[in-house]
């Protein structure tokens, strides 16, 4: 397995890490005895680092992570980086409500996410949303004293814009920020990353794969539950959806001349914007994850990058990347 280094203060890790979201959320029905047999086929190909959150099944993923390690080998469970976001505040009807970045919030969640994960350190720690009635000082000063506590090897942040990263750095080292980046989402490349190479910070990017959206496998016919993320994402819908899946045709066309599929090529088109970028992939399946994992193998030349950028031009996507409600939440948007 290929490794990447998170930012200048932040662990080695896999180049593509897991992203154990869909397993417990969002993305419809889950199989947990699937969603178990991933996660250790993701730790049986190198891969090292898992992400999850504590809101994703409101602890459900933080407990499918915990099972998964108590079922792998020592060397696995050794081996393996939890990265957890918290700060999501929950309705009993599962809605979204808010954030807390409060300093003792900061550390209740903590302590109910090493119980569930059932270890004694988690070793990225980020608020999923800028808290924005606290100042990100304070909430990263409090993941600061757990680092010193050792309770928490890493701080990492998530979703926040240029100078809220360089607030957070200010008051301690900064492993990587954890953003949306894909071949349809780039709004980081104007100030964002420019802000966090120049501190040394790493990103781990999310919805690499924009949800399924540019994976080759969505169609306009495929019906989603209520629950499903995509049910509510602009990009997603109507029209929206037929422009986006244009895209997509275009991107297939450049991945059937290489031989690849359309999720290799857009997973390899973010592996190659920078050494220190590491895609989390999605996959609940092993199907899904042995597909994406490939895309390692895949090198992209300058002619390539060149073909896609005309398939996906910069800024092509229709629709928001979130729903209006949401986007109010990205600071990283602002
Ligand atoms: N910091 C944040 O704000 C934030 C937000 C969202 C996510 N995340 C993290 O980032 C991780 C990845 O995000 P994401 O789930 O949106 O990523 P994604 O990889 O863009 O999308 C995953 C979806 O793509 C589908 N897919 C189709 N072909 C695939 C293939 N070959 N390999 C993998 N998936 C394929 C999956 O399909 P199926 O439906 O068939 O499973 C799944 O529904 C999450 O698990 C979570 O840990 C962070």
Not at 249 to 266: C, H, I, P, S, Y
């Amino acid at each position: 397995m290929q490794t990447r280094v998170l930012g200048k203060n932040g662990p080695r890790t896999s180049a593509l890490g897991l992203g154990c979201m869909g397993m417990s959320a969002l993305y419809g029905d889950t199989d947990r005895a699937e969603s178990v047999a991933t996660v250790h086929a993701a730790l049986d190909a190198g891969v090292t680092l898992l992400d999850t959150g504590d809101f994703y099944g409101m602890g459900h993923n933080e407990l499918l992570i915990n099972e998964a390690l108590r079922t792998t080998s020592a060397a696995h469970r050794e081996r393996a980086l939890i990265s957890v976001k918290f700060g999501a505040l929950r309705t009993v009807e599962g809605g979204f409500t808010g954030y807390d970045g409060r300093p003792e919030a900061v550390k209740n969640f903590a302590a109910y996410s090493l119980q569930r994960l059932g270890t004694d350190h988690i070793d990225i720690y980020r608020i999923a949303r800028l808290d924005p009635a606290v100042p990100v000082e304070e909430t990263v000063g409090a993941i600061a004293e757990l680092v010193t506590a050792g309770h928490v090897r890493h701080i990492g942040l998530s979703e926040v814009g240029a100078e809220t990263v360089r607030k957070a750095a200010s008051v301690a080292p900064v492993s990587d920020l954890q953003i949306e980046y894909s071949l349809i989402s780039r709004g980081i490349e104007d100030q964002i990353l420019p802000a966090c190479r120049e501190l040394g910070i790493g990103v781990t990017a999310y919805g690499v794969l924009s949800r399924g959206l540019i994976s080759g496998n969505w169609s306009s016919q495929r019906e989603l539950s209520p629950g499903d993320f995509r049910s509510m994402s602009p990009r997603f819908s109507g029209e929206n959806l037929e422009r986006n899946l244009t895209l997509v045709e275009a991107l297939r066309r450049v991945a059937d001349g290489k031989g690849v599929t359309v999720a290799q090529t857009a997973i390899a088109w973010v592996l190659s914007r920078g050494e220190d970028i590491v895609p989390l992939i999605g996959a609940r399946t092993r199907e899904r994850l042995a597909e994406s994992l490939s895309a390692l193998d895949v090198t992209l030349d300058a002619d390539d990058l060149d073909a896609i950028e005309q398939a996906v031009p910069a800024g092509s996507a229709a629709g928001d990347r979130y729903p209006a409600a949401q986007m109010a939440h990205l600071d990283s948007e602002k």
